[in-house]
Nanobody
Framework: VRLEESGGDLVQPGGSLRLSCEVSGSIRTIYDMAWYRRAPGKQRELVAGISDRGWPIYVDSMKGRFTISSDNNKNTVYLQMTTLKPEGTAVYLC???????????????WGQGTQVTVSS
């Protein structure tokens, strides 16, 4: 199972970005998916998550500015970010709870991350 994020970029404060994360490989079932971020000198933190039924959850500080969505046909989860702030500069990582055909049981897989830099 492989997760690949894309969409990270340099953006000015107040700008927007859309991140994507595609899950590929020997997938039997994808359960919950989520976006995390790791800012310089800080621990990884949850940004938003979405269940396999499409129910989203958000960290309070990002409610109203970030939107998580998924396309089950494409095994892809998205994070639409608006009104970005400099403190949003971080590596954004995708995670997915997956049951693979080759490895029974539900496991959490991670992508390598995509860099988002918010700066003027």
């Amino acid at each position: 199972v492989r997760l690949e994020e894309s969409g990270g970029d340099l953006v000015q404060p107040g700008g927007s970005l859309r991140l994507s994360c595609e899950v590929s490989g020997s997938i039997r079932t994808i359960y919950d998916m989520a976006w995390y971020r790791r800012a310089p000198g800080k621990q990884r933190e949850l940004v938003a998550g979405i269940s396999d039924r499409g129910w989203p959850i958000y960290v309070d500080s990002m409610k109203g500015r970030f939107t998580i969505s998924s396309d089950n046909n494409k095994n892809t989860v998205y994070l639409q970010m608006t009104t970005l702030k400099p403190e949003g500069t971080a590596v954004y990582l995708c995670s997915a709870d997956v049951e693979a055909w080759s490895m029974p049981g539900r496991r959490t897989y991670w992508g390598q991350g995509t860099q988002v830099t918010v700066s003027s």
